[in-house]
């Protein structure tokens, strides 16, 4: 379907001969060994990085964006190759989900699995992470420039009603090195989890998370962290709307939209495990939901769009549902490290096919 990257083309049968969590570690392993390895990350750079361009910038929530298209949460949780994600031409980072403390091993094994039919994949991970205070220290550690965000959630074993606990330890945590910070309450893996997006769970969790924000900003002398509610994509559309009043009148600063999906009958075979489904299965559903947001939000708050985004024309047609920033997972895996390029380079195109001046023009527009 897409003109692969040659390079890609030789590893990707090596990769979808291991298991898909295999797969996953091994591109960790060599992400990781790229970005600690200057000359190794120029190589990257020169071959997959994205120029700055005037057409694509923006600021939004008070940081700068070269371009739209950011990673999304939940390929590098612990913030191992932080450096590499902007070699390979992201705009933005993603980084977790990660709970408090030491973190948690997450679900066992099998919890990853490729439908290839479908280029989707389902996954059961259950937020294995290290824990809120190591990922703050790579993030300390990254040379990187572009924005990088932490997305925060809570520990299998904590019940609830003590659920805002574990987002004030985590957000404790990262404070000091992260741009933005995700409210995670849309994972389908963690028991109780999506609960929380119930309006009476919500506001006291939000609540507690803006408190704590502007304490550490007073106490730092800077600005409190941009603070966004990430969602998942089974919410009825009633919900969706009073999800949206309440992030407006609870001082959040964006929401995500959306989070992997629970409706297996989406998938292009039926799974082999439990879990959320991602990919282009969930872009419907992700694409309405953004436009629905859009105009629910009437401007108040700018969306990430994400959910089966692999091309320049799905980019562009989330954008015109009323997505500010986009971010993938699942099409890096099926279309390799060349995609972000090539997403970038087609909206740039089509903007100046619409004669279309800057990026921002375009947002909303089908909403
Ligand atoms: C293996 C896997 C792990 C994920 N882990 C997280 C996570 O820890 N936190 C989170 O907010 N989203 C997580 N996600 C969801 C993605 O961030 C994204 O919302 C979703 O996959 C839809 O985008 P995509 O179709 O481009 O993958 C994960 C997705 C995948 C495939």
Redesign the pocket.
Known sequence: MFDRDPLYLLGRPLLFSLT?ERA?DVTMGVAQKVASHAGLLGFVRSRYGVRPSPILKQTVFGLPFDHPIGL????D?DGMAIDFWPAVGFAFV?L???TPGDGQPGNDKPR?ERIVQGQ????R?G?N?RGAAHLAARLAARKTAVPCGA?L?KGKATPLDRAPDDYEATLEAVWDHCDYV?V?V??P?TPGLRDLQAVDSLAPLLDRVVAVNARRAKTAGKSPRPLLL?IAPDLADEDVDAIADLAVGHGMQGI?A???TLRHELAARPPRIAG?L???A??PR?LALTRRLFRRLDGALPIVG?????SADDAYARLRAGASLL???????YEGPSLVKKIVKGLERRLSQDGIQSLTAIIGQDA
């Open positions: 898909a996953h999304a949460a939940g390929l949780k993603e977790g989900t990660v990853l989707g994949i389902v996954n991970m937020f992470n997305n959630g995700v995670n849309s994972s893996n990430k995500i959306t989070n992997t959320g991602s990919g282009p969930l872009a992700a994400v959910g089966g985004i692999r971010q993938l997972y699942t099409a890096l895996v």
